[in-house]
């Protein structure tokens, strides 16, 4: 209601609209905004700084393969779609260890539970909240990055982990088919014989993970601090014009 009546209104009488997605952009044009500029959420610089993936291997004993998941512990972020494909996956790697870091509530309750029941519980790790730095050592001991998301909005933790220079794994929902550096890297939510056929790829092909890698950290450049103020101080200038 507040988008078709009052939103509408602001938007169509302003005179740029930001928008963090081309999805998004495409949906303030059809509420009337009459000029629209994509400005995704920048990544500072020390998000490229290559994290301590030797301390953090050390401080939760993982010795093996690791993948890694990142964000609020709710629903929408459908963890349990990972968890389930960890018995097949622990089969092939011995010694892997799926890491899920974020605040813990009720629903990580009932993705342990799960874990519990398919007998895994041993090969994930949940080190709660994670401040900057610890998420950069995570980023940088894991092998591959997964996010499971049923909805994304631009996908921040997917380019913090290119910006570490890691292959990608993602659902193909919102805006995170815009920042992701390969079709490969996409995976459609629900299809666990997919993602599990992914993963596995990244895990045996070193050629292939490290041309994802690389390509997804020379992508995580244009989202960064500098570039997205250039942009916004150009948009604000010629406003002002």
Not at 38 to 67: C, E, H, V, W
Not at 89 to 106: A, D, H, N, P
Not at 121 to 150: H, L
Not at 216 to 241: D, H, P, Q
Request: aromatic share 8%.
């Amino acid at each position: 209601i507040i988008d078709s009546t009052m939103g509408k209104y602001v938007i169509s009488h302003s005179a740029c609209c930001f928008a963090e997605t081309k999805q998004e952009a495409e949906w303030l044009k059809k509420l009337g905004a009459e000029k629209v500029v994509t400005l995704p959420n920048s990544l500072p610089d020390t998000a490229f700084k290559k994290g301590n993936s030797t301390a953090f291997r050390k401080k939760y004993g993982i010795q093996g393969k690791m993948l890694f998941s990142l964000g609020r512990q709710v629903t929408i972020k459908n963890f349990e779609e990972i968890i389930s494909i960890m018995p097949e996956l622990t089969r092939e790697f011995s010694g892997i260890k799926l890491v899920i870091g974020g605040e813990k509530t009720q629903y990580t309750e009932k993705c342990k539970k799960l874990s519990e029941k398919l007998g895994i519980e041993r090969n994930i790790i949940w080190p709660g909240f994670m401040n900057s730095q610890q998420k950069r050592d995570a980023y940088a001991t894991c092998d591959v990055y997964i996010c499971s998301s049923i909805r994304e909005s631009l996908g921040t933790t997917v380019l913090e982990a290119m910006a570490q220079g890691k292959p990608v794994i993602a659902t193909n929902a919102g805006g995170i088919p815009e920042i992701v550096p390969d079709r490969f890297c996409l995976y459609k939510q629900g299809n666990g014989e997919e993602l599990i056929n992914k993963i596995k790829k990244l895990l045996t092909n070193k050629k292939l993970a490290s041309k994802i890698a690389e390509r997804g950290r020379k992508k995580a450049k244009e989202y960064s601090f500098e570039v997205m103020k250039a942009v916004y101080l150009k948009t604000i200038n010629g406003i002002k014009k």
